[in-house]
Structures are given as C-alpha cells and as structure tokens.
C-alpha cells in the first residue's frame, strides 16, 4: 500500500512561485508513474506534469510548460513541483499521484491508483 503526503501549497501574488512536495509512504510497484493534477471546483481534474520513476523523460502540459518542473528526490522518495510565474489561472486544488508504470508516460487520472490528500494553491493578481 503506498500513501501520498502532501505539503508546500499557499498564497502568493502573480508572478511569485511556489513548490509543492509529495512524500510517498509504503511500496507496491517498481516503477511508478508519477503525476501533479489540479482542478478547480465544478471543472474536471487536470494532469499538469508527468514524470516516471528513475527515467528521464517528462511532460507538461501547454499552459504550465516553461514555468513548472517537476522532479523527483529518488532516495527520499519524493516527488516535487516547481511552480514558477505564477498566474491567477493556476489556482486549484493540487494533486499528486503515483500509479504502476509499465515504460510509457501516464497521461491519464485512470492510470493512477494513489492520490495525495490535495494542496490548495491560490494565486492573486
């Protein structure tokens, strides 16, 4: 059973960055899909940034590629993401989430078995 822990959302102005951490507890796979998702209330959860354990590849979406960067410290099992120049459109409710990776990008919420508890990110122009 693996739990993700949550930590690092606030308030901060246009233009300022924050970042996000995800502690991942326990061990089910030996490769994980790791993910950041957002949603904002009455909008469908959206996948921002995607990575894999141990690999190198990663993606983002259009509207944060250049200003996030998603990483991940592999000896403390800890998935990070950097936001920087932050708009007002970027304020949601963030969440992590790590799901078995069989090689390719998990692109989907489906692919994803465990969710962080979400972190609030609130950003005012």
């Known amino acids: 059973q693996v739990q993700l822990v949550e930590s690092g959302g606030g308030s901060v102005q246009a233009g300022g960055s924050l970042r996000l951490s995800c502690a991942r507890l326990?061990?089910?796979?030996?490769?994980?899909?790791l993910a950041w998702f957002r949603q904002v209330p009455g909008k469908q959860r959206e996948g921002v940034a995607f990575?894999?354990?141990?690999?190198?590849?990663?993606y983002y979406v259009d509207s944060v590629k250049d200003r996030f960067t998603i990483s991940q410290d592999n000896a403390k099992n800890t998935l990070y993401l950097e936001m920087n120049s932050l708009k007002p459109e970027d304020t949601a409710m963030y969440y992590c989430?790590?799901?078995?990776?069989?090689?390719?990008?998990?692109?989907?919420?489906?692919?994803?078995?465990?969710w962080g508890q979400g972190t609030q990110v609130a950003v005012s122009s």
């Open positions: 989430a790590a799901g078995r990776s069989f090689g390719p990008l998990c692109l989907s919420p489906s692919e994803y078995d465990y």
């Open positions: 326990g061990h089910s796979y030996s490769r994980y899909c």
């Open positions: 990575a894999t354990t141990g690999g190198v590849t990663t």
